[in-house]
């Protein structure tokens, strides 16, 4: 029998090693949780001679309608167009969504975070910053807040949902060396885990075809990814240093700054006479069929993962158990062939 005497859940979820939120989740519906889980929690309870105070615990589980959405930047239209159908769907369940942008800064997402945590919501829907988020601090928050993670795989949260990058980007490769001279692949500085996964997979479609991979980084930080593609593309066409005239660019905003880039200096883009380059890009950026010329990209499906977003998060908050295993949900991409490649 242990001779500590226990206060408050926080405490018992010190000395048992058991999450908070779980430990709630056990005291409102003990088959909520694992049989497992259950037995390391009643085993405690015995050992500490805890009784937790089951109105303190009701009164905290009063939540509101509130479905928190957290995006790394809302000016990007690819997170403008997630975001409004995550909030279609929400409002027609009969949620309320909260919407917050961490701007790209760190402190910013964790203010997000907070904020949103105060407002005790009955779940969250959020894409983190990535490479630059504070982990702890959105661990902490998922931790509290049933949470389903989309489109940047930070290892937090109940489910994640995103674009299978090892489809799509072998995809685009394979067509690419197909119609025309084999890619090299332009890239920034990552920000988000999709980054390094695109890259990778550009180098293995390509090591599978047979070719050389030619990855190229334009300089830059941020998520101004237009500027640091045209600064980037001019540099690469003043220095001829460009290693093929075709151009797959890690996503459509950064393509869209290389075609601005070829613009400048003279150099047609797309098939045919005349042309110099050819280049293409990765999701289906709301703008990059009204570039000139139309960007060739892969269109990420973003109805099925806002839809199976929302879908898992609403299955949390009614179930009230957790997915096993933190699940991860990827969606193939779709070739868009336009006049660019």
């Known amino acids: 029998m242990a001779t500590r005497r226990i206060k408050n859940m926080e405490e018992f979820a010190e000395v048992s090693g058991i999450s908070r939120p779980t430990l709630s989740k056990f005291f409102h519906d003990p088959e909520s949780v694992r049989k497992t889980t259950r037995a390391r929690i009643e085993s405690a309870l015995e050992d500490y001679d805890y009784r937790p105070n089951i109105f303190a615990i009701n009164q905290n589980r ?11 930047y809302l000016a990007d239209p690819f ?12 409002i027609d369940a009969g949620y309320w969504p909260i ?16 904020t949103l945590q105060s407002l005790r919501p009955a779940g969250a829907l959020i894409a983190p910053l990535g490479r630059s988020s504070d982990i702890e601090s959105v661990r902490r928050f998922t931790d509290e807040v049933p949470t389903v993670v989309f489109d940047s795989n930070v290892k937090v949260g109940k489910a994640f949902v995103g674009s299978n990058n090892f489809q799509s980007i072998p995809m685009i490769v394979d067509y690419l060396c197909r119609s025309g001279e084999p890619p090299c692949f332009i890239e920034m ?107 060739t990209t892969v269109s990420q499906d973003f109805t099925s993962i806002t839809e199976k977003s929302v879908r898992m998060l609403f299955d949390i908050i009614d179930g009230g158990a957790d997915p096993e295993g933190r699940p991860e949900h990827l969606f193939d991409g779709k070739l868009i062939l336009r006049d660019s490649a």
């Open 189 to 295: 500085p990552p920000v988000n885990p999709n980054a390094n996964k695109r890259r990778d997979a550009y180098v293995q479609a390509m090591e599978q075809l047979g070719h050389d991979p030619m990855v190229i980084q334009a300089a830059g930080g941020g998520w101004e990814f237009e500027r640091i593609g045209l600064e980037g593309g001019k540099r690469l066409i003043e220095e001829r240093a460009l290693p093929s005239s075709t151009l797959l660019c890690s996503n459509d905003r950064l393509a869209i700054g290389v075609l601005a880039a070829a613009y400048q200096k003279g150099l047609r883009v797309g098939h045919g006479p005349g042309c110099a380059l050819r280049v293409a890009g990765h999701d289906d950026h709301p703008w990059s069929r009204f570039t000139c010329p139309p960007l």
């Open 79 to 90: 997170f403008a167009e997630i975001v409004r159908l995550i909030e279609r769907q929400c």
């Open 99 to 114: 919407v917050f942008s961490a701007h790209g800064q760190t402190d910013l997402e964790n203010n997000a975070l907070a």
């Open 62 to 72: 009063k939540l509101t309608k509130t479905i928190g959405i957290l995006v790394p």
